[in-house]
């Protein structure tokens, strides 16, 4: 029982974004809002930069505002490059 070894190595890397996912609560469409880095493969990471308390953000999915803060940001990790064309928050 239990995996192989040597079966492990090899995944691609992935980065950690910060993101929020929409209030509306029948959309749950996620906005990913700033780059944090390569994957540290942690879940917990700091959130840094001069933060406003209050983020604005369109969704396009819903076409509804909603404002944000620090306490709404969820960090996540994908594999490049999904992102590109991010507009970051801060
Ligand atoms: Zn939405």
């Known amino acids: 029982m239990g995996k192989s070894s040597g079966e492990e190595?090899?995944?691609?890397?992935?980065?950690a974004y910060w993101s929020v996912i929409c209030k509306t609560p029948e959309?749950?469409?996620?906005?990913?809002?700033k780059l944090i880095g390569e994957s540290e493969?942690?879940?917990n990471y700091l959130l840094q930069g001069d933060l406003?308390?209050?983020?604005?953000?369109?969704?396009?999915?819903?076409?509804?505002?909603?404002?944000y803060t620090v306490?709404?940001?969820?960090?996540?990790?994908?594999d490049p490059p999904a992102l590109s064309?991010?507009?970051?928050?801060w």
């Not at 406003?52 to 404002?67: L, W």
């Not at 064309?85 to 928050?89: A, M, P, S, V």
Request: aromatic share 14%; glycine share 14%; charged share 30%.
């Open 27 to 33: 959309c749950g469409n996620r906005h990913y809002a």
């Open 71 to 78: 306490d709404d940001m969820v960090s996540v990790e994908i």
């Open 9 to 15: 190595k090899g995944y691609g890397m992935k980065y």
């Open 52 to 67: 406003p308390q209050e983020f604005h953000y369109h969704c396009e999915k819903c076409g509804i505002d909603h404002s």
């Open 41 to 43: 493969g942690r879940t």
């Open 85 to 89: 064309g991010l507009r970051e928050w």
